[in-house]
């Protein structure tokens, strides 16, 4: 993959990545804005999208400052791509433990047949200090029919499919429970002692959607935007509105957007060849057998477990809020201004650092030991090839 374009937002962080994949000759995009975002210069994408279009009903709300919300997309042409998602995540949603999330991710893609359906995540800790975790996965069926959506984005996607609300609305109102999994929703927790195999046990109701005929489209879909979020080269930032003595430093690392709890909590469930990091590996490395796509939540857990303070002021910068509502032009953060935060996403990263280890990194007997394969590989398949 390579970058084609890219746009920041009044905070500094990423509003928009497009790149090319020559793997597939297609032109993918991620646009990101956190909901506080306001519709000056930097409220409209590189490719047009605006931040109202993009949030939503979460646009300049009184919560605004703790959602971000993201549309991917692919096609051909860079000008007018095919949305495949929609996502929003909140951070310390109401009635929740300081350090709890809530995703929301819904197929929007108009070839597949579970368009609307919303996959509900929600992770709390059990008290600010806890290392156990409460996770609830729920899907959602609005039972809508189809509508093309496009980015970029001068409406949003309830207008361009006038059969869903948005997905910011009450749960009840995105859908009946669905029926396509026999539990659900899916319920249990996570802690230190959790093992590899205890996951998969837990996650095996949605597990079994790999193999529905009706999810081939959103698997697949599913797979490239992953690739996406494990982009290699990493994405250059421009610098603009970082500021500080060392803002070009900053812009050098700062690479990281707002997307990566749900494909963090969403790739483990439906890619389980994520949680293969510490298989060893004999002979080279291959693309269907050998893709833990370390990307998406390595950051997490450098962060958390190792403690590399760079990594762990790079995510305070992305998650925290250091603006209020609305986002402020160039506010600063603890990396460049040494501040202190309106909103502080310390527990919340520490949440995802602790679940992405678990997913990622435990064996199936537990710990991280490079000699216990996991036994949740997907096996490659024809449609791997």
Known sequence: MRQVSSSVKSNGGFSEVTVFDDSDNLHKRIEVFRASQPMDKFGVTAAGSTAKAVCGEDHLGPRSNQIYRN?????????????????????????????????????????????????????SPHSEDSEKYDLTYELRDPDADSSLVLSPMDEPVTEQAPDLVDISSDVAQLGKLSDRI?????????????TGREIDESL?????????????????????????????????????????????????????REYRIDMLTR?????????????????????????SKPGVYSLFVMANELDITLYELILDKVYSDYSGIPMKQAPGSRLETGDEPVVDAKRAIKTA?????????????GGTDPAAPSEAARKPTESDD
């Open 71 to 123: 549309i991917y997309s692919e096609g051909q042409s860079e000008n007018r791509l095919t949305a495949l998602f929609e996502v929003v995540e909140e951070l310390h949603p109401e009635g929740e433990p300081d350090g709890s999330w809530e995703v929301r991710a819904r197929d929007v893609d108009v070839n597949s047949p579970a368009f609307g359906e919303v996959l509900r995540i929600r992770l």
């Open 182 to 194: 026999d539990e659900n929703p899916v319920e249990f927790t996570v802690d230190n002692s959790t």
């Open 204 to 256: 095996s109701p949605l597990m079994e959607l790999q193999t529905d005929p009706d999810y081939k489209v959103y698997m697949d879909n599913l797979e490239s935007y992953m690739r996406f979020g494990d982009y290699g080269p990493k994405s250059t930032h421009p610098g603009t509105n970082l500021i500080g003595e060392d803002a070009e430093k900053i812009a050098d690392y700062l690479v990281w």
């Open 353 to 365: 650092g602790d679940v992405a280890e678990a997913f990622y990194l435990r064996s199936s007997e």
């Open 267 to 291: 790739g483990r469930p439906f890619l389980p060849e994520m949680a293969d990091a510490t298989d060893p590996v004999e002979g080279p490395v291959a693309a269907t057998d050998t893709d």
